[in-house]
T-cell receptor, first 114, second 111 residues
């Protein structure tokens, strides 16, 4: 199992550009999450999904969009990038049996908006 | 509003010098409290889940405990490889998808 994978690892965007951060999990987990982590701060929830076709907002959704067409994939879309979106983005997933509350995190995408 | 506060922000220990990290929380209903380890440039790695006051979990040199207001991560005789940032998170029982993270304690263990 690769677990949770994220691409790209690093990206530099110019203000106003758009991009999609990719997240894939191979654990057949229903629940998937997107967080951002700013320096010295905790993780903040952007969006989450409870299954294919179902998504909901977290604490800080403005400026982002998500979709969930398959169980495995949960891409995060940034439209009109702004410097305030400079951060490290983590995708996570969790299942519905066993240690169902445990989130498993990907390695992160470090995004800089200039 | 649900929130998590971790202290200290940073902790420097000599190898073998035991200490504790604190995680204080305010949540409308606690489903679970989680401890994660995060190495530089990597995603958080799960350590423990605690569900009720009085519960304790152990793993090697780490022991996590939980009360109704806070959790402690005790590190016994730490080694340099224990150096990392330790994150605490709470899960709200009214919405299992709401997880609130603290800002972490950065632990540095010197040989």
């Amino acid at each position: 199992n690769a677990g949770v994978t994220q691409t790209p690892k690093f990206r530099i965007l110019k203000i106003g550009q758009s991009m999609t951060l990719q997240c894939t999990q191979d654990m057949n987990h229903n629940y998937m999450y997107w967080y951002r982590q700013d320096p010295g701060m905790g993780l903040k929830l952007i969006y989450y999904s409870v299954g294919a076709g179902i998504t909901d907002k977290g604490e800080v959704p403005n400026g982002y969009n998500v979709s969930r067409s398959t169980t495995e994939d949960f891409p995060l879309r940034l439209e009109l990038a702004a410097p305030s979106q400079t951060s490290v983005y983590f995708c996570a997933s969790r299942g519905t049996s066993g240690s169902a509350d445990t989130q498993y995190f990907g390695p992160g995408t470090r995004l800089t908006v200039l | 509003e649900d929130q998590v506060t971790q202290s200290p922000e940073a902790l420097r220990l000599q190898e073998g010098e035991s200490s504790s990290l604190n995680c204080s929380y305010t949540v409308s209903g606690l489903r679970g409290l989680f401890w994660y380890r995060q190495d530089p440039g990597k995603g958080p790695e799960f350590l423990f889940t605690l569900y009720s006051a009085g519960e304790e979990k152990e793993k090697e040199r780490l022991k996590a405990t939980l009360t109704k207001k806070e959790s402690f991560l005790h590190i016994t005789a730490p080694k340099p490889e224990d150096s990392a940032t330790y994150l605490c998170a709470v899960q709200n029982k009214n919405n299992f998808n709401k997880f609130y993270f603290g800002s972490g304690t950065k632990l540095n263990v010197k040989p």
